[in-house]
């Protein structure tokens, strides 16, 4: 049975970092890419970054360069989301999604809230 | 980045109603959507992968067509378990998109 399961958000102040992380279980964790996929309060669905099963290759949504980082640890199952100046508006559930192109396995989410 | 446009953002029906939710695509991305349903509190959960094929466990009655840039999720006889909020996404490139989603609502 594939699980993912998140961690690490909470309540950072307006230029605070945070790391985010997803064990993964159930699925040959290297093979895939995985996705972060967020949703602010009461908002739609939101794509956020991806990695490949590699690690090498990254990807971001525009309003995240520069200040989120996606990795990953293949030996542990686990991919993170490093996130950093955060701002109000990156206020929202962060799941992690496997990317299968279709994201076909989610975490149940966990909350970030950016707040002074 | 490829825009998705899906309509109608709200639509009320009614147990045993045949509904069928659009997403129009900014440019063409062949048959590169997936379809989810997402309930309050919940995780999305995916029911329909490149554009017609239905995820393993999906009932059924969801079914989903289209290619290019017009996509469709049909319901043919709603269920109770299915007043929800649908979401279409594209997958086509990196940065996937998704519509702003439908609340289907019970009439």
């Known amino acids: 049975e594939v699980q993912l399961l998140e961690s690490g958000g909470g309540l950072v102040q307006p230029g605070g970092s945070l790391r985010l992380s997803c064990v993964a279980s159930g699925f040959t964790f290297g093979t895939y890419a995985m996705s972060w996929v967020r949703q602010a309060p009461g908002k739609g669905l939101e794509w956020v970054s991806a990695i490949r099963g590699s690690g090498t290759i990254t990807f971001y949504t525009d309003s995240v360069k520069g200040r989120f980082i996606v990795s990953r640890d293949n030996s542990r199952s686990t991919v993170y989301l490093q996130m950093s100046d955060l701002r109000a508006e990156d206020t929202a559930v962060y799941y992690c999604a496997k990317d299968n192109n279709a994201l076909d396995y989610w975490g149940q989410g966990t909350l970030v809230t950016v707040s002074s | 980045d490829i825009q998705m446009t899906q309509s109608p953002s709200t639509l009320s029906a009614s147990v045993g109603d045949r509904v069928t939710i659009t997403c129009r695509a900014s440019?063409?991305?062949?048959?590169?959507v997936a379809w989810y349903q997402q309930k309050t509190g919940k995780a999305p959960k995916l029911l329909i992968y490149k554009a017609s094929s239905l995820e393993s466990g999906a009932p059924s009655r969801f079914s989903g067509s289209g290619s290019g840039t017009e996509f469709t999720l049909t319901i043919s006889s709603l269920q109770p378990d299915d007043f929800a909020t649908y979401y279409c996404?594209?997958?086509?490139?990196?940065?996937?998109?998704f519509g702003q989603g439908t609340k289907l609502e019970i009439e």
């Open positions: 440019q063409s991305i062949s048959t590169w």
């Open positions: 996404q594209q997958y086509h490139s990196y940065s996937y998109t």
